[in-house]
């Protein structure tokens, strides 16, 4: 199967999936209250009763008559209910109509960064999935992997799941990663290796999928008049960090900060 260049398909999934994502801001109003959401209020028939208000780190919001409310945890639904009880059970008002607009979604959202057209963090809001929020900060670019980080804390316990977005784009793997709010998307550098002597574009490349030595010196530009493509020599850091120089044959794969060196022909 032939590779996927990331940066090549952000653009593409900037249109496809970031159209999408318009659909998907209903499903808003289920995702949970949490610290630092900005939330609209009202009460039909009680323009008094209107305030737009913050979720405290505490979990609870102001509310005029019956003070505060916690609504950390609970959907919008849940909340509005919850304040209209209260409304009724103070004597306030009969059977309130309370209506609750979710304004800023601080505590829903995910941070993008590394290799990425515009890291920052972007809600989750509803059933985006990784390939949406990758689409939100304008895909991998130039520089990117195919692997996406996701760091997690759950329970007070970290943890890191390495993904390959191609084949999420190719669907050999689920889309669906479960994200939850303040988890970190990281999308590393994409590894590269060296290559000098005879060729006709020294110095660093994109290391593809799967790349060979033979493909190598296709990127490289190809052997100069003077190249041979006898006595190719690899440097490589073993395990215990030593170099060592290698022969290279055409199908041996090229690792991450390899140094293919290309010698001048002898006759």
Request: charged share 20%.
């Amino acid at each position: 199967m032939k590779k996927i260049a990331l940066w090549i398909l952000a653009p593409l999934l900037a249109l496809v999936l970031g159209t999408a994502s318009a659909a998907n801001g209903a499903a808003g109003a289920e995702l949970p209250l949490g610290p630092g959401d900005v939330v609209k209020i009202s009460v039909y028939n009680n323009p008094d009763l209107a305030v737009e208000t913050r979720v405290s780190a505490s979990g609870f919001i102001t509310f005029p008559l019956v003070g505060q409310v916690s609504v950390s945890g609970l959907s919008t639904a849940a909340a509005e209910k919850k304040i209209a009880a209260a409304l009724v059970s103070g004597g306030y008002v009969k059977n309130p109509q309370v209506n609750m607009i979710v304004t800023v979604l601080q505590s829903q959202q995910v941070s993008v960064l590394g290799q990425v057209n515009r890291p920052g963090r972007y809600p989750i809001d509803g059933s985006r999935n990784l390939l949406d929020l990758l689409a939100l900060a304008g895909g991998v670019n130039v520089d990117g992997g195919d692997v996406v980080t996701v760091l997690r804390m759950r329970d007070g316990k970290a943890s890191t799941e390495m993904i390959d977005v191609a084949d999420l784009i190719r669907g050999s793997v689920p889309a669906t990663i479960e994200l939850n709010g303040n988890d970190v998307l990281y999308v590393d550098r994409a590894p590269r290796f060296y290559i000098y002597g005879e060729v006709q574009r020294p110095g660093m490349m994109r290391i593809e999928r799967s790349m060979t030595v033979l493909q190598a010196l296709a990127a490289g530009g190809g052997l100069t008049p003077r190249g041979t493509e006898r006595g190719l020599r690899i440097k490589r850091r073993d395990t215990q960090g030593k170099i060592q120089e290698i022969e290279a044959k055409y199908d041996d794969p090229v690792l991450p900060n390899d140094v293919l060196y290309v010698r001048e022909s002898l006759f």
